[in-house]
């Protein structure tokens, strides 16, 4: 089977802050076209941050997501500066919305997000942040109303297993690193 070909350029129909939504004419093997049409967010990719305590707990924020309409459990993420290196960017990130500086940080995972309507251009990564300071949180406008928790992280598990985290990339990151942890214990 032939694959599919884009016809043309792609066409931004809008644009805003955060992202642009394309428009794309697709040729499908049989010759018939279709315009396809997605969200892509501006940037250079960002991190989701697996942080955990001396008393192996995950730190979580709760806050309010506009697309959901409600506040949501999540791991701390951010997006990435212009050349950030991903684990000086977590750690930024971590301390930015929960207060915490990490000694630590090691890469668990790279994950290029393409989903059906969403296109993320740069790498999402995957960090654990260990050896953890208390430090001050320096929040933007919008995550003023943002709740730190510390759940152990049997807890998180059990969480994800009985699909109490609705949030798919905090979903990922637990489990990513729930076989990273396992994988460094059998090395």
């Excluded at 790279?110 to 300071?133: H, N």
């Excluded at 995550?143 to 807890?155: A, K, R, S, T, Y």
């Excluded at 637990?174 to 059998?186: F, G």
């Amino acid at each position: 089977m032939s694959p599919l070909r884009s016809v043309g350029e792609p066409e931004a129909l809008f644009e805003s802050r955060k992202f642009f939504v394309i428009s794309q004419e697709m040729e499908f093997p049989d010759g018939r076209n279709e315009t396809w049409e997605y969200v892509e967010q501006k940037g250079w990719g960002g991190v989701r941050i697996c942080a955990l305590t001396d008393k192996n707990e995950l730190i979580f924020v709760r806050e309010y997501r506009g697309a959901a309409g409600r506040h949501i459990l999540r791991l701390p993420t951010g997006a990435l500066e212009e050349n950030e290196n991903p684990l000086f960017a977590a750690r930024r990130e971590l301390e930015e919305e929960a207060g915490f500086w990490a000694v630590n940080a090691e890469l668990i995972c790279e994950q290029k997000s393409t989903a059906g309507y969403l296109r993320v251009r740069g790498i999402i990564y995957t960090c654990m942040l260990f050896g953890l300071q208390a430090t001050s949180t320096n929040r933007d406008a919008g995550e003023q109303d943002m709740e730190v928790l510390l759940i152990p992280l049997n807890e998180a598990y059990r969480m994800v297993d009985d699909c109490e985290i609705e949030n798919e990339g905090t979903v990922c990151a637990i489990l990513w690193l729930k076989k990273y942890l396992r994988d460094e214990c059998h090395s």
